[in-house]
């Protein structure tokens, strides 16, 4: 028992107390001496973007008072954190970066990934804006947790994973904003696979809210053998307002959509394309799109589904799917690349 409570003891010693920082300069110094199991604690203000950390395990940054968190503004890029297992960023405002908001990676070793990050109540906003500009960059991380965040105004994706596995986007809202070039809100691509988007609320969130897969160039995979941009995904419970389409799958070999709310796409319901065509590479199929509500509008929507080559459609399973053309009750039946059973049409 007193071996037990030793070792607990030392455990305990060895981390670091929390440090408050006061200003930029404050946050500048303790950055350069980080050391793992690092916990900065930042007070309110503005503190100027830019910071590059590698290889620091355990750290965490957050605000001294969650109601007034500090604002990183400007620079290329907010943060990039390479090779940092188990950080954590919480309640921190991020907003008119270049390049990326928060850039997450591996350092580029493709086959170890890292492990354990948490982000947490973080409000980014105007990343880019024109060009391929994420707010949340992450290519070769496992066991990811990105919760209760707000994205406002982006040039390429709010979230873009790449080569990310067993991981959950919970909770976070998405907002486009005029002058900024979307592609997507959430993008899951470069062999991703095990991941769970819930509870997340998109309003003009880009062409593509929800890029269930993607296009990734063939030296950027993780693993770098993967046969799909994406794999055994999952989207559910999350509204979805306006854009060209709700969802679009790209490459996916075997996804889950439902329980979600879809409103007023501006031109197609889903896309089904196949964007990498390398010969190891599966047609996008195996998706289940089942017990969504799905309103939309006749004089929008002609086509529900824009199907692309190279592409396996008749293998998307639907049922039970509420679909409503609110200009046109009578016109509510989709036409669908597989049969669906259950569906309920209309205002029924």
Excluded at 66 to 89: E, V
Excluded at 169 to 182: E, L, M, S, V
Excluded at 296 to 302: C, D, G, I, T
Aim: some cysteine; proline content about 6%; aromatic content about 6%.
């Amino acid at each position: 028992m007193r071996h037990i409570l030793l070792c607990l003891s030392l455990i305990i010693s060895a981390q670091a107390a929390p440090q408050e920082i006061s200003d930029a300069a404050a946050l500048n110094s303790a950055l350069r001496d980080l050391k793992p199991g690092t916990v900065l604690k930042l007070a309110p203000g503005e503190y100027p973007g830019g910071h590059h950390i590698t290889g620091i395990d355990d750290l965490t940054l957050e605000a001294l008072d969650p109601k007034q968190p500090p604002h990183f503004k400007g620079d290329r890029t907010a943060f990039q954190f390479s090779r940092c297992h188990r950080l954590t960023l919480r309640y921190l405002k991020i907003s008119d970066q270049s390049t990326n908001g928060i850039n997450l990676d591996d350092g580029g070793q493709r086959t170890n990934p890292v492990k354990g990050i948490t982000l947490d109540h973080l409000d980014i906003s105007d990343i880019g804006p024109k060009g391929n500009h994420d707010a949340i960059k992450c290519s070769g991380l496992d066991e990811l947790t990105i919760r209760d965040c707000t994205i406002t105004g982006w040039g390429g994706q709010g979230i873009d994973f790449v080569g990310c596995h067993k991981s959950r986007i919970t909770g976070c809202r998405f907002i486009g904003k005029p002058g900024f070039t979307a592609s997507a809100a959430i993008q899951l691509k470069g062999g991703t696979s095990e991941v769970t988007v819930e509870k997340c609320h998109f309003k003009n969130a880009g062409e593509r809210p929800v890029n269930v897969g993607g296009s990734t160039g063939l030296d950027f995979f993780r693993p770098p053998d993967a046969t799909y941009e994406g794999k055994d995904l999952t989207v559910q419970d999350c509204i979805i307002e306006g854009s060209l389409c709700a969802a679009a799958f790209v490459g996916v070999d075997g996804a889950v959509f439902t329980r979600n709310t879809i409103l007023y796409p501006e031109k197609w319901i889903f896309r089904i394309l196949q964007e990498t065509t390398a010969p190891r590479f599966e047609p996008c199929r195996n998706v289940v799109i089942t017990e969504n509500r799905i309103t939309f509008r006749r004089a929008q929507v002609q086509i529900e589904i824009n199907i692309g080559a190279n592409t396996a459609p008749e293998t998307f399973t639907f049922a039970r799917n509420h679909w409503l053309a609110e200009d046109r009750p009578d016109r509510s039946k989709p036409r669908l690349p597989a049969h669906e059973s259950g569906s309920v049409l209309g205002g029924k």
